[in-house]
């Protein structure tokens, strides 16, 4: 298996969804390619550390104050 | 011998009923749905159009439009991919507007190749929680997202910010689940790339 064919596999692989017969294939490529596994190891990291930190704050005041804006446009526009 | 066959149950989700209750005009069934939803939504929003004013505008938008047309809504998919595909219109319209990024629409950017080839192979040690504190680790994220082409920003997010699985991601994207795997492998290797000019393990282990 090559770099670019360990690539194709990379989505299906975080989702658990490699094609059986493909799978080992994929794990010795891990195992034998340094850079593969970097890119693995980092690939996951990145999904992990956007998923776990919300970047963008929601306070309290501008939740309400969305909340009764949206409740009162839709009442107004039945 | 054969194994026991149990007959399947569909699972009926919590937001069907709440929907035919706010289809009849029961306003209380829709705020429910409101709270519910609108944390998710304004983040879409802010994640795609990188612009907090922008963000709340849509959410109020996106929900108004949901209510005047959920007769529309077949309840053929989760009312919540129903209302995130509105959100992603209404998020991307709006960049069209503002004009500041070139390529706005779901197909445009496709073609770039930039940083969907791995060149950094860098491990990523201590983790960047220990490198950074959460102000600063904030700050990169932001700054790493929003360099992201407005396509690969909106797969990413839905994906594996919002936690969609592929089919509804395709669905709320109005895109081809191939399509959606094809953008989402390159804007996670784009941001890997990106993210590890910061997160690379360093000789001395000085910060850029």
Not at chain 2, 6 to 29: Q, Y
Request: contains cysteine.
């Amino acid at each position: 298996m090559t770099c670019t064919d360990f690539l194709s596999q990379l989505t299906d692989y975080f989702d658990g969804k490699v094609d059986p017969e493909l799978l080992a294939d994929v794990q010795a490529h891990i195992c034998e390619c340094h850079h593969c596994e970097v890119v693995l190891d980092t690939t996951r990291q990145t999904i992990a550390i956007y998923r776990e930190n919300e970047i963008y704050e929601f306070p309290t005041e501008l939740r309400e104050r969305l909340h009764t804006a949206i409740m009162t446009k839709c009442r107004d526009n039945r | 011998m054969p194994a026991i066959q149990f007959p399947v149950t569909e699972e009926i989700h919590p937001d069907v009923a709440l929907v035919e209750r706010a289809k009849k005009g029961d306003t209380a069934a829709y705020e429910q749905l409101v709270r519910q939803y609108e944390r998710q939504i304004f983040r879409v929003a802010q994640h795609i159009t990188q612009n907090r004013e922008d963000a709340e505008d849509i959410t109020q938008d996106a929900f108004l439009k949901a209510y005047q047309k959920l007769d529309q809504f077949q309840g053929n998919s989760k009312f919540s991919t129903w209302l995130v595909r509105i959100a992603v219109n209404e998020s991307l319209m709006r960049l069209r507007k503002r004009k500041t990024s070139k390529t706005v629409s779901m197909d445009e950017d496709v073609q770039t190749e930039d940083g969907s080839i791995p060149r950094d192979f860098a491990e990523w040690r201590p983790n960047p929680e220990q490198l950074y504190g959460q102000n600063e680790l904030g700050d990169i994220l932001r700054k790493t997202i929003q360099g992201l082409p407005p396509g690969f920003r909106t797969v990413f997010t839905l994906r594996d910010v919002e936690n969609l699985s592929t089919e509804e991601t395709a669905e709320a994207l109005g895109l081809s689940v191939p399509a959606v795997k094809s953008r989402l492998l390159r804007a996670r290797l784009q941001l890997r790339e990106r993210l590890s000019r910061y997160f690379r393990q360093k000789n001395g282990a000085l910060k850029p």
